[in-house]
């Protein structure tokens, strides 16, 4: 079950923009088919999507869907393409409730 | 209720002995006050832990805490020194069993 962790940095001043856009597209996302968890965080300088696809098909049919697609046409201007996107697979350990999202 | 997303990269030939060293101190992290979320997760050449606290006070704790620092010290010689830690706040959108971890 992949889990990834999604970083995106805005242009300054850009922040509000970008979790605006992102704020659209999640109920979208969240109705696409295999979305366990598609949550948004944000830091000082960033936002970060942690995100968790039933399996990889779910997961590539998420990279190539419309959803993504109109997210990446809201952020043009925003960002400066820096997209950082880490793709890992969970570890389930002690505590079931704690040790895995 | 703070988010983290901390990362380690082991070095070369390290990563088993670096999850081994995390599998150990989990349990006991999860029995930390406040500690809602602590779950490890593997990629390709690094290791992700995503954790979520319930205030800042838990989570200074535990920064400061004979867990973290029981971690530290089985980790020299595994990795490089790069630990990268994010620290975000949750924005909870849309179906809420997806929209947050």
Redesign the interface.
């Given at each position: 079950m992949p889990?990834l962790?999604a970083?995106i940095v805005p242009k300054p001043g850009k922040l509000e923009d970008v979790?605006a856009a992102?704020?659209e597209i999640?109920?979208l996302?969240?109705?696409e088919p295999g979305?366990?968890?598609?949550?948004?965080?944000?830091?000082d300088d960033?936002l970060?999507m942690?995100e968790k696809w039933s399996d990889s098909t779910a997961l590539k049919e998420h990279s190539k869907g419309p959803n993504l697609a109109k997210l990446g046409e809201r952020l043009v201007g925003l960002v400066d393409g820096r997209r950082d996107i880490?793709?890992?697979?969970?570890?389930?350990?002690?505590?079931p409730a704690?040790?895995?999202?």
């Open positions: 889990v962790v970083t979790e992102l704020k999640l109920p996302v969240h109705e979305c366990e968890i598609y949550a948004l965080h944000r830091g960033r970060v942690i880490v793709t890992v697979e969970a570890v389930p350990t002690g505590d704690k040790g895995a999202i």
